[in-house]
């Protein structure tokens, strides 16, 4: 199994600019979340989904959205890149409490 | 607002030492506190975790010690290594049967095992 995989590892945009991250699991895990971690802040939840087609806001979920339309991957959609944007993004899978973490994608808005 | 407050910012101990990292929250909903463990460039990975039912729970040289009344929970490293050297997150979840389990975590402890 090679867990929560995630795309890109590394991300530069400009300001304005567009990008999806892409998370995939191969664990059918039912919940699978999105977090920013920023240095001193800890990890805050984006989005987070309970199955195919169900998702809900986290606690910071301003300019971002997401879709989930398989069990197997929920990406995350950055319309607008804004420097607040600037962070490392987690993608995890759960099949309930624990929560299996992607290796990540650190992203830059210039 | 659910919060899980984390103290020391940064830890560094001895090699053989102790390492003590203290969590504490305010929401009495919480039923399940995980500690994390995260290396440079890494996803966090679950060390171990603990229900408000035990008061202490060991796996090896990690312990969580659990203080219901206070709303405290504890992580103590026992013989810390070099290789322990990593970012401790606590965490906790409230999630009730039918609910989306969502963590929320403290703000990490980053801890040096020097030799």
């Known amino acids: 199994n090679a867990g929560v995989t995630q795309t890109p590892k590394f991300r530069i945009l400009k300001i304005g600019q567009s990008m999806t991250l892409q998370c995939a699991q191969d664990?059918?895990?039912?919940?699978m979340y999105w977090y920013r971690q920023d240095p001193g802040m800890g990890l805050k939840l984006i989005y987070y989904?309970?199955?195919?087609?169900?998702?809900d806001k986290g606690e910071v979920p301003n300019g971002y959205n997401v879709s989930r339309s398989t069990t197997e991957d929920f990406p995350l959609r950055l319309e607008l890149a804004a420097p607040s944007q600037t962070s490392v993004y987690f993608c995890?899978?759960?099949?309930?409490?624990?929560?299996?973490f992607g290796p990540g994608t650190r992203l830059t808005v210039l | 607002q659910q919060q899980v407050k984390q103290s020391p910012q940064s830890l560094i101990v001895q090699k053989g030492g102790i390492s003590i990292i203290n969590c504490a929250y305010e929401?009495?909903?919480?039923?399940?506190f995980p500690w994390y463990q995260q290396f440079p460039g890494k996803g966090p990975a679950l060390l171990i975790a603990?229900?408000?039912?035990?008061s202490e729970k060991k796996e090896g040289r990690f312990t969580i010690s659990f203080n219901k009344s206070a709303k405290q929970f504890s992580l103590h490293i026992m013989d810390s290594q070099p290789g322990d050297s990593a970012t401790y997150f606590c965490?906790?979840?409230?999630?009730?049967?039918?609910?989306?389990?969502?963590?929320?975590f403290g703000t990490g402890t980053r801890l040096q095992v020097t030799l």
């Open positions: 965490a906790a979840d409230g999630a009730t049967t039918g609910t989306a389990s969502k963590l929320t």
């Open positions: 989904s309970v199955g195919a087609g169900i998702t």
């Open positions: 995890a899978s759960s099949p309930y409490n624990e929560q299996f």
């Open positions: 664990m059918n895990h039912n919940y």
């Open positions: 929401n009495t909903a919480f039923d399940y």
């Open positions: 603990i229900r408000p039912d035990v």
